[in-house]
């Protein structure tokens, strides 16, 4: 079975539903789109999860991160539920009754899930910064360190994020350099004084460098810069909304 998605056209809260094989047995996965809910919610990851709970009732406590483009991965109890925020770009869930999610505009989302050896799910806030930083690599060194999981046995998702002709950084300055050195040569192009970095790209290099398999690895065909009528994206101007990544283990 294949990591897949299915879109569901909602008038107030379209999302997409991850799926492996057409179907979400052990977990629930929705990343919900630019809609009426979210552009009200401007990124509250509190308002965001009470304006869907007709959409999609609690399956318990709330674990919501306040990100910051760094490599921390919070889980319960110790990462705080709302109201309680602790700084973190990642989400690890390995117990039904406690929901996580993230929010994105532009930065890629990143999921990882696997049933073995007990289900679990790993969230991921993966931007330019955190890409830089390897946050993919370095969740992947710590999950499949202990409790014996494989990411032979792991299925992801990337995207949607922003399309690498719409990513530039100027030359020259420090994160631009920072990018430079770790970057795949196939992930930069360099015109005059701009370079355009392919995250997307990246970060599924540094997933299969972690061991999962390609043919699990899902890119979810969404940019959100160029399709911005289904997404939101800061670089065209969306300062406040988010898309809020929401999940929970059945």
Not at 18 to 26: N, P, V
Request: hydrophobic share 35%; net charge positive.
């Amino acid at each position: 079975m294949n990591p897949g998605f299915l879109y569901l056209p909602h008038k107030e809260a379209p999302s997409l539903a991850y799926t492996i094989g057409g179907r979400e047995e052990f977990f629930s996965l929705r990343f919900f789109l630019r809609g009426p809910l979210m552009d009200k919610a401007e990124g509250d990851p509190a308002l965001s999860r009470e304006a869907l709970q007709k959409i999609l009732p609690s399956a318990g406590p709330h674990i919501a991160p306040r990100q910051v483009h760094g490599r921390t991965i919070v889980s319960a109890p110790a990462g705080g539920f709302l109201p309680d925020r602790r700084d973190g770009d990642g989400v690890f869930l390995d117990e039904r009754g406690v929901e996580g999610s993230l929010r994105f505009a532009d930065c890629y989302p990143v999921v990882f899930f696997s049933d073995f050896p007990e289900p679990w799910i790993l969230l991921l806030h993966s931007g330019f910064k955190g890409t830089v930083r390897d946050i993919a690599g370095s969740a992947c060194e710590k999950v499949f360190s202990r409790g014996g999981r494989d990411p032979g046995k792991t299925w992801v998702w990337i995207g949607p994020g922003i399309e690498r002709t719409r990513y530039c950084r100027t030359a020259g300055e420090e994160w631009t350099d920072r990018g430079l050195r770790v970057f795949h040569p196939s992930a930069v192009d360099i015109r005059s004084e701009k370079v355009w970095f392919d995250l997307g790209g990246q970060i599924r290099r540094q997933i299969l460098a972690a061991g999962v398999r390609e043919d699990r690895i899902c890119t979810l065909p969404l940019g959100t810069f160029g399709q911005n009528r289904l997404c939101y994206s800061y670089r065209r101007g969306d300062i406040a909304p988010r898309h809020f990544l929401l999940a929970s283990l059945r």
